[in-house]
């Protein structure tokens, strides 16, 4: 199973400006996809599909005992009762988590209203929760009760039936949909809660990319017994795909490893930059093999990096790839 070159760092040549024209060498590093199937885990993650039942830690330790690798994370818990996108990181690519728990949530919900109401109310309602919104984390919850902003981006109602209201709602990270259901209660006087949850989307990761557990061990005991490596490279994807919506510069072969010793990224080493890149915004940082190198925050927009000449263009917050994948050609000081 493999994909086009373009694929990780974008489909059309006209999303980058080209600083340096360059080639990659065929002597270091490896395509995401044509990474060996251990290494290829070790720097991949899964959209589990997430059960009602287990907590998000449960279903990050099955996942972790099931590759039986050391270390994997999970960014956006989810609690027992709710089920959903849940995108499971492992080994290397844990590294990401800490970029992607902030991204924007998308959930249905059915909410049990407490006594009749039109269907025309209960929309009007819903509407006037779209914006920022004063919340207070409820009692089960594992962070501290103080009243706090969030911001719904939208409601959308999708059935309501009796007493029972059946919604989808994109939100900012950290919304409780629980209180979301309560607060709509008490401003139509009737009351309500939530009866069910089910998140859709976490960024860009969505249904469309979740396994299930047992689709996961079906896949690694197909290729630990059967040597049949298509499965395991289905549902594990390379942690490329987890930051493909981020700005990227794309580095040439003799910068890499430079950065992997922890040295921010000068403009000598930057081949292309994609038009979005803008300063104080976080990028991803590429080699031409699209493998992920580092995290930062770019200097510099994506027009002024073109022009210049020296000087550090990231400020590199967190190197994903290890040392000594690419030589080095720097001199240590």
């Given at each position: 199973m493999g994909k086009?070159?373009?694929?990780?760092i974008g489909?059309?040549e006209d999303?980058?400006?080209?600083k340096?024209?360059?080639?990659?060498?065929?002597?270091y590093?490896?395509?995401?996809y044509?990474?060996?199937?251990?290494?290829y885990?070790?720097?991949?993650?899964?959209c589990?599909?997430?059960?009602?039942?287990?907590s998000s830690?449960?279903?990050v330790v099955?996942?972790r005992?099931?590759?039986?690798v050391?270390k994997?994370g999970?960014?956006?818990t989810?609690?027992?009762?709710?089920?959903g996108?849940l995108p499971?990181f492992?080994?290397?690519?844990?590294?990401?988590?800490?970029?992607?728990?902030?991204?924007?949530k998308?959930?249905?919900?059915?909410?049990?209203?407490?006594a009749d109401?039109?269907?025309k109310?209960?929309?009007?309602?819903?509407?006037?929760?779209v914006?920022?919104i004063?919340?207070?984390?409820?009692?089960k919850?594992?962070?501290?009760?103080?009243?706090r902003?969030?911001?719904?981006?939208?409601?959308?109602?999708?059935e309501?039936?009796g007493?029972?209201?059946?919604?989808?709602v994109r939100?900012?990270?950290?919304t409780?949909?629980?209180k979301?259901?309560?607060?709509?209660?008490?401003?139509?006087?009737?009351?309500?809660?939530?009866?069910?949850?089910r998140?859709?989307k976490?960024?860009?990761?969505?249904?469309?990319m979740?396994y299930?557990?047992h689709?996961?061990l079906?896949?690694y005991?197909l290729?630990k017994?059967e040597?049949?490596e298509r499965?395991i490279?289905?549902v594990?994807?390379?942690?490329?795909?987890?930051v493909?919506?981020?700005p990227?510069?794309?580095?040439k072969?003799t910068?890499?490893d430079a950065?992997?010793h922890?040295?921010?990224?000068m403009?000598?080493g930057?081949?292309y930059?994609?038009?979005?890149?803008?300063?104080?915004?976080e990028?991803?940082i590429f080699?031409l093999k699209?493998e992920?190198?580092?995290?930062?925050?770019?200097?510099?927009?994506a027009?002024d990096?073109?022009?210049m000449r020296s000087?550090?263009?990231?400020?590199?917050?967190?190197?994903?790839m290890?040392?000594?994948?690419y030589?080095?050609?720097w001199?240590?000081s």
């Amino acid at each position: 199973m493999g994909k086009s070159s373009q694929e990780i760092i974008g489909q059309f040549e006209d999303r980058f400006y080209v600083k340096e024209e360059a080639k990659p060498s065929e002597e270091y590093g490896c395509y995401p996809y044509k990474r060996p199937v251990g290494e290829y885990i070790r720097k991949g993650f899964v959209c589990i599909d997430k059960p009602m039942g287990p907590s998000s830690h449960e279903v990050v330790v099955w996942v972790r005992r099931i590759l039986g690798v050391e270390k994997t994370g999970h960014a956006g818990t989810l609690d027992p009762r709710v089920t959903g996108v849940l995108p499971v990181f492992i080994e290397d690519a844990t590294k990401l988590v800490r970029f992607l728990q902030g991204s924007e949530k998308e959930y249905v919900t059915l909410m049990r209203l407490h006594a009749d109401a039109s269907e025309k109310e209960v929309r009007n309602t819903l509407s006037k929760f779209v914006g920022k919104i004063y919340q207070r984390p409820p009692l089960k919850s594992a962070v501290k009760k103080r009243l706090r902003i969030r911001e719904i981006y939208g409601i959308d109602v999708l059935e309501v039936e009796g007493r029972d209201v059946l919604f989808k709602v994109r939100c900012e990270a950290g919304t409780y949909i629980r209180k979301l259901c309560t607060d709509v209660g008490e401003v139509m006087g009737k009351g309500a809660h939530m009866q069910e949850l089910r998140r859709t989307k976490t960024g860009h990761f969505d249904e469309s990319m979740c396994y299930t557990l047992h689709d996961l061990l079906d896949a690694y005991i197909l290729w630990k017994e059967e040597g049949e490596e298509r499965y395991i490279k289905e549902v594990v994807k390379p942690m490329e795909l987890a930051v493909v919506h981020m700005p990227k510069i794309v580095v040439k072969d003799t910068a890499v490893d430079a950065i992997c010793h922890g040295a921010n990224l000068m403009a000598k080493g930057v081949a292309y930059v994609e038009k979005n890149v803008k300063a104080g915004r976080e990028v991803a940082i590429f080699t031409l093999k699209h493998e992920l190198v580092a995290m930062g925050k770019a200097l510099k927009d994506a027009e002024d990096i073109v022009k210049m000449r020296s000087g550090e263009v990231v400020d590199v917050e967190r190197v994903v790839m290890e040392r000594g994948v690419y030589p080095s050609v720097w001199k240590k000081s």
